[in-house]
């Protein structure tokens, strides 16, 4: 892929970050620096996507300012990201394998996102490569600090913020990039889920499993997530087998009316989404019903 330029960082005056007083000191290659953190009241809630992706209303002080830009750790000599939680314990039980992949995960991100620099205020180009770091880190990680879902949150992240790029550069090939980045988002919610009812690879212990920042919707979104992926990003060149993946996930989506009132668990705007969603599943399968007679 061509190399890909991007809109600017946002200018030092909007101050819409600061740096940690405590450095913090990489795992793997022993770096030290200083976490770019977002100053609360940057940013003005707007809509929430089917994708359960909550928007930003820019403000006049400081701009468009996407929270998702700084939520992954990413050591700026090494390039090895992580989730926060897991950036110190996962890089230490898995320093050998990373510090080996040192020069691949540098080239295969450069490849898509470049130029990067983490050593300054980050902008979307860094905030949607960091996600696409972690799909790298992980892919070394064990069962105990659930890979497979974090994959799948990283994957639909990054198209989110590779969406934002498309916006700003629409002739730079990103929409290409978002539906990738959907796809593997399909393939690891899917195999999340999977793992998670056999037990191989348990992921409700998880503190936040999103799908973004502003909410954790839980198991019953990582279900969710999984059914809208397929209805808009799934295979359509076998028609069968696409019926019988529509016709899964709106019996998984249709579990969700069964709830009843609404609780911290099982929130009242999940509900109102899988309602649109078990619709919008129905009135597939009743297109192909009809195109069957």
């Not at 005056?13 to 913090?24: G, I, L, M, N, Q």
């Not at 939520?71 to 110190?88: G, H, I, M, N, T």
């Not at 696409?242 to 996930?249: H, I, P």
Request: charged content about 30%; hydrophobic content about 35%; glycine content about 6%.
């Amino acid at each position: 892929m061509q190399r890909i330029q991007t809109a600017k960082k946002p200018g030092k005056d909007r101050k819409v970050t600061f740096y940690a007083k405590e450095p913090t000191r990489c795992p793997v290659c022993d770096a030290s620096f200083h976490r770019e953190e977002l100053f609360s009241g940057r940013v003005s809630a707007d809509e929430m996507t089917d994708e359960l992706h909550r928007t930003y209303k820019p403000l006049h002080a400081f701009g468009e300012v996407l929270p998702l830009v700084y939520e992954l750790e990413v050591c700026p000599s090494c390039f090895y990201a992580a989730f926060r939680q897991d950036f110190l314990p996962a890089g230490q039980k898995f320093a050998e394998v990373l510090r080996e992949r040192i020069d691949s995960r540098v080239e295969e991100v450069q490849r898509i996102f470049s130029p990067l620099d983490y050593q300054s205020p980050r902008g979307v180009l860094e905030g949607a490569a960091s996600y696409y770091l972690a799909l790298l880190s992980y892919d070394t990680f064990s069962k105990e600090f659930a890979p497979t879902i974090k994959c799948a949150i990283a994957s639909v992240r990054s198209a989110w913020l590779c969406h934002e790029l498309h916006a700003k550069a629409p002739n730079e090939n990103w929409d290409y990039v978002v539906g990738l980045l959907y796809r593997k988002a399909r393939f690891y919610y899917r195999a999340a889920i999977e793992l998670e009812q056999n037990g191989k690879e348990p992921y409700s212990s998880q503190r936040n499993l999103g799908p973004d920042t502003d909410k954790n919707y839980g198991h019953e979104g990582v279900l969710y997530m999984a059914a809208i992926l397929e209805l808009k990003y799934g295979p359509t060149d076998d028609p069968a087998v696409r019926r019988e993946r529509l016709k899964a996930a709106k019996t998984s989506v249709a579990r969700m009316f069964g709830f009843g009132k609404k609780n911290k668990s099982k929130p009242g705007p999940l509900l109102e989404k899988a309602r649109d969603l078990y619709d919008r599943l129905k009135a597939e399968l009743q297109e192909g019903d009809e195109e069957d007679e």
